[in-house]
């Protein structure tokens, strides 16, 4: 392996849009280097699911696991070879950390990205307006399912519409601002 992993960000997404896992996060980041058992009795899981739950959030580059004997214990930790990771963990440590937070916002902002095609289309918006014609066109999928996704990414205000013209939109939450940079290409330098 050439040092560098590269988990998509889409799939990333798709990990962390399940309210069980944001609560798991979300005990992590209370009490740090849990084991399994312990994650699955705070968040009323069962052994088996709080496993799986854990496995898929370092798979990731979220946790870290440390082994002792037959004990997995597991921290919110980003994997430094996971370049996504340690943004997201950021943004993610102050979005779920209080039990005030509010876990259903966080869920609604990762689910615009759940989905290749929908960074597809934000990724041809950053690069300027479009009608969904085009947007279907230069994306490689019918104006239908162009016309899904964006509705989506509208509802999660990644995206609005003028006159029939699709432009990308910043958000305003943080966690949003975040996906929105790395989806976000490098600027190239001038030739």
């Given at each position: 392996?050439?040092g560098?992993?590269?988990?998509?960000?889409?799939?990333?997404?798709?990990?962390?849009a399940?309210r069980?896992?944001?609560?798991i996060?979300?005990h992590?980041?209370?009490?740090?280097?849990s084991?399994?058992s312990?994650v699955?009795?705070?968040?009323?899981?069962?052994?088996?699911?709080a496993?799986?739950y854990l496995?898929?959030?370092?798979?990731?580059?979220?946790?870290?696991?440390?082994?002792?004997g037959?004990?997995?214990?597991y921290?919110?930790?980003?994997?430094?070879?996971?370049?996504?990771?340690?943004?997201?963990?950021?943004?993610?440590r102050?979005?779920?950390?209080?039990?005030?937070?509010?876990?259903?916002?966080?869920?609604?902002t990762?689910?615009?990205?759940?989905?290749?095609r929908r960074?597809?289309?934000v990724?041809?918006?950053q690069?300027?307006?479009a009608?969904?014609?085009?947007?279907?066109?230069?994306?490689?999928m019918?104006?239908?399912?162009?016309g899904?996704?964006?509705?989506?990414?509208?509802?999660?205000?990644?995206?609005?519409?003028?006159?029939?013209r699709?432009?990308?939109k910043?958000?305003?939450t943080?966690?949003?601002?975040?996906?929105?940079?790395?989806?976000?290409p490098?600027?190239q330098?001038?030739?």
């Open positions: 392996m050439s560098e992993l590269k988990p998509t960000l889409w799939r990333t997404c798709r990990a962390l399940n069980r896992r944001l609560g996060l979300r992590l980041l209370a009490h740090p280097d084991s399994v312990e699955a009795a705070a968040c009323r899981l069962r052994l088996p699911a496993s799986q496995r898929a959030l370092n798979a990731r580059g979220l946790l870290a696991a440390s082994r002792s037959p004990t997995v214990r921290r919110v930790e980003p994997d430094p070879l996971v370049p996504i990771a340690r943004p997201l963990t950021d943004v993610l102050s979005a779920i950390a209080g039990t005030g937070s509010d876990l259903r916002a966080v869920f609604r990762l689910t615009a990205f759940t989905h290749p960074l597809s289309l990724s041809e918006l690069k300027g307006p009608t969904r014609p085009q947007l279907a066109s230069r994306c490689g019918s104006q239908e399912a162009a899904r996704h964006l509705r989506k990414l509208r509802d999660r205000r990644f995206v609005q519409c003028c006159g029939g699709y432009a990308a910043r958000p305003r943080r966690l949003g601002r975040v996906l929105w940079d790395i989806l976000r490098p600027a330098p001038n030739a």
